[in-house]
């Protein structure tokens, strides 16, 4: 498990781009698929997921669908075309930061070095 | 998979309640979650009061409580950020609708046909028509009349005009910008050429029944960096 501080900034990228590989998903799914792409070290806990899923659906970023089972309703999520495009800006990002991190520890790596 | 019956589904939201205050949107969510939590450990082999019982000990009273606090905590955010957007300035909403627009513009947002449609085979997994299995279907299916005119959804460049026997039929690819291509299959006709340009709305084939089809229809789909996207979430027109 990694830090809370950590996880933090990049929660938003993490589930964009969940949805972005796997098409429409509903909230359990996404914990249970981030668990096992990540071996357990990444938990998404539903405190945090929920109110994001909301915000990212208030941003325009996601829609959402719903399916009754039985008594209960389950929601799936999926991009719209802004979605899209942000799992994919985010995903770079955060891809090129991940780089830059890396040299910034091990200087030697560094092609600048 | 497992589905609880009535009697357990009760229980589930009976403990759920007791819990959790008024706010229904998370409650429902919470809900399909627990269930589901529940159903998985009883497909690997828990009874039910088996797993049950674990999702009380997983789930305790304060996890829910601060779920339900950070929930509150961004709704009070997000009331202060809609109040701040109202009172905000006419100049900034005006360069915000300027820069959505532009942005738009790029995207392949229109239908690839002219008149009205029906889809007949959607995007995500769907059953084949033909082979009977569950297959991810890239694009969506419209059904539509032989020789229908067929338009570029944005402005770009033809990269490839192909002929598909054993799957797309006679098939277009155009290139846009910011990544996104379009396929156009199961054509009948095409009237541009490859590396030729076209602009949104243009025509650019006649609708068929080419390759692996089960009748005269148009296979659209809609790529972004070479992955498929749903069309019909960015036909807005």
């Not at chain 2, 779920?67 to 701040?84: F, N, R």
């Not at chain 2, 009237?191 to 025509?203: C, H, I, L, N, R």
Request: charge should be positive.
């Amino acid at each position: 498990m990694y830090s809370k501080e950590l996880l933090k900034g990049t929660l938003r990228t993490i589930v964009l781009k969940l949805l972005a590989e796997h098409g429409s998903m509903y909230g359990y799914e996404i914990t249970q698929k981030t668990k096992e792409l990540t071996s357990g070290k990444i938990v998404l806990t539903e405190g945090a997921l929920y109110p994001l899923l909301h915000k990212l659906e208030a941003e325009g970023y996601l829609v959402t669908n719903t399916k009754s089972i039985g008594k209960r309703i389950r929601k799936y999520y999926a991009l719209t075309p802004e979605g899209d495009e942000k799992a994919i800006s985010l995903s770079n990002e955060f891809a090129d930061f991940v780089q830059t991190v890396i040299y910034l520890l091990n200087p030697k790596l560094s092609p600048k070095s | 998979m497992t589905t609880l019956n009535n009697q357990q589904t009760e229980q589930v939201l009976g403990s759920l309640e007791a819990h959790i205050g008024g706010n229904r949107k998370l409650k429902n969510e919470m809900f399909d979650h627990w269930c589901t939590y529940v159903e998985t450990h009883m497909n690997n082999g828990a009874s039910f009061e088996q797993a049950y019982s674990k999702l009380k000990e997983e789930f305790g009273v304060n996890e829910l409580k601060s779920i339900e606090k950070t929930y509150l905590a961004y709704h009070q955010s997000s009331l202060w950020v809609g109040t701040l957007q109202r009172a905000g300035s006419m100049a900034a909403m005006l360069l915000f609708l300027v820069v959505a627009g532009v942005d738009a513009q790029k995207r392949p947002d229109i239908s690839p046909v002219f008149d009205q449609y029906i889809v007949s085979s959607a995007f995500g997994e769907q059953i084949h028509p033909i082979t009977n299995k569950e297959i991810h279907h890239n694009g969506i299916d419209l059904r539509v009349p032989l020789n229908t005119p067929v338009r570029s959804t944005a402005d770009g460049t033809v990269k490839t005009i192909k002929n598909s026997p054993k799957g797309h039929g006679l098939h277009i690819i155009i290139a846009h910008k910011d990544g996104y291509e379009t396929l156009y299959a199961n054509l009948s006709n095409v009237s541009v050429d490859a590396g030729q340009t076209v602009v949104k709305g243009e025509e650019i084939a006649r609708s068929g029944n080419s390759g692996i089809s089960s009748g005269p229809h148009l296979h659209y789909e809609i790529r972004l960096n070479q992955k498929p996207v749903n069309p019909k979430l960015y036909i807005s027109k």
